[in-house]
């Protein structure tokens, strides 16, 4: 399942080919986007509505300070953690992503959801993982773009070791660990980042920044506005 060089890695949205993102040629390439390390005002997560109100998400962007916080362990695995879950999922498919971390949508804790095909329909590839850790990374580095729901329109050669093995909690707070390769293994690699407030910017290369640099300019000029 390990994607061609040229195929986008989802990890949040189901990429288009570079060449169709309109603008992107005209982009002057003039110097490096600021370096991370944003300012983190007070977290904007969203609260968990009572239980009689549907669960609805919307993705968190860049530069929204939620995203740099290091997500909190789950300690309750209820009835309000199943709702999250299955609201991450939603959200994940609706926006054609294959991966999505909670502090995307705006809450700080150590949750994600996976499905390689990104395909609703195929319920059976769901992969959630409570408290995930990365316990080990091996193979050879593969470099492979990668698109965030968090930075719509932006994609980025990403390098990464090609295996990584994860011990979690399911959703019933059972111990699994899995061994992971290939695309699957990526995706786990780049949400897991989330839960750690790292981002797709922390591991570009100054040449993507330099790239990307009016789209990052444009999601920082949404987010200001959206505070006033
Ligand atoms: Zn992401």
């Known amino acids: 399942m390990v994607g061609e060089a040229s195929e986008a890695v989802n990890a949040g949205i189901l990429a288009p080919n570079q060449d169709e993102v309109p ?6 390439a003039t110097d490096l986007y600021p370096p991370c390390g944003m300012p983190q005002p007070e977290s904007t997560a969203h609260p968990i509505p009572a239980m009689s109100e549907a669960l609805e998400f919307e993705v968190t962007l860049f530069p929204n300070p939620v995203l740099r916080k290091v997500a909190d362990p789950i300690t309750a695995f209820d009835d309000a953690l199943k709702r999250t879950v299955e609201a991450m999922y939603t959200r994940m498919f609706e926006s054609q992503g294959v991966g999505l971390a909670a502090p995307q949508v705006g809450l700080r804790q150590r949750i994600l959801v996976v499905n390689e095909t990104g395909d609703a329909k195929e319920a059976d590839q769901n992969l959630t993982l409570i408290n995930p850790q990365i316990v080990a990374r091996s193979g050879k580095k593969v470099l492979l773009e990668e698109g965030c729901l968090s930075f719509p329109g932006i994609y980025a050669e990403i390098e990464r070791l090609d295996g990584c093995v994860v011990e979690a909690q399911d959703i019933e707070g059972n111990p699994i660990r899995l061994e992971l390769e290939g695309f ?31 789209e990052l300019e444009e999601l920082k000029y949404m987010y200001l506005e959206s505070k006033r």
């Open 184 to 214: 699957l293994s990526r995706i786990v690699q780049h949400e897991f980042d989330h839960l750690e407030g790292i981002l797709l910017v922390d591991r570009m290369s100054p040449a993507d920044k330099i790239r990307n640099k009016g």
């Open 23 to 28: 603008g992107r040629a005209e982009r002057p």
